[in-house]
C-alpha cells in the first residue's frame, strides 16, 4: 500500500496537524515506509506464538483489590496553598 501526499494533508488535518509542503514532501516517504514495514509484519506466521505479558518470565506481586479513602487528606492538603474544612481552595473562574 502506497500514500500520496493528498493522503498525508488529509490524515494531518484529521490528526489536527499543520503541515506545509515541505513537511508533505518529507512525510510522505517516511510514512510509505512504516506502512511498508506493517507489510513485512502482517506477513508473518504467528498462529502458535502466545501474546507476551513480559519480556522477564516473572510474577508480578499484586496488592488487595480494597476500596479505601487513603486515610491522607492531611499529608495532601498540606501541599495545597490555601484550604478551608478540609478542601481545596482555588480561584473563582465562572462569574
Request: hydrophobic share 40%; no cysteine.
Given at each position: 500500500m502506497s500514500i500520496?501526499?493528498?493522503?498525508?494533508?488529509?490524515?494531518?488535518?484529521?490528526?489536527?496537524?499543520?503541515?506545509?509542503?515541505?513537511?508533505?514532501?518529507?512525510?510522505?516517504?517516511?510514512?510509505?515506509?512504516?506502512l511498508q514495514w506493517i507489510e513485512q509484519l502482517q506477513a508473518l506466521n504467528t498462529d502458535n506464538v502466545e501474546p507476551l505479558a513480559n519480556v522477564a518470565n516473572i510474577e508480578l506481586k499484586l496488592r488487595t483489590d480494597a476500596l479505601t479513602d487513603g486515610n491522607c487528606a492531611d499529608k495532601v492538603l498540606a501541599n495545597a496553598p490555601e484550604t478551608t474544612a478540609g478542601y481545596f481552595v482555588v480561584p473563582k473562574v465562572v462569574e
Open positions: 500520496d501526499k493528498n493522503t498525508v494533508r488529509k490524515v494531518a488535518s484529521l490528526a489536527r496537524l499543520e503541515i506545509d509542503e515541505a513537511g508533505l514532501e518529507k512525510m510522505t516517504p517516511k510514512l510509505n515506509g512504516i
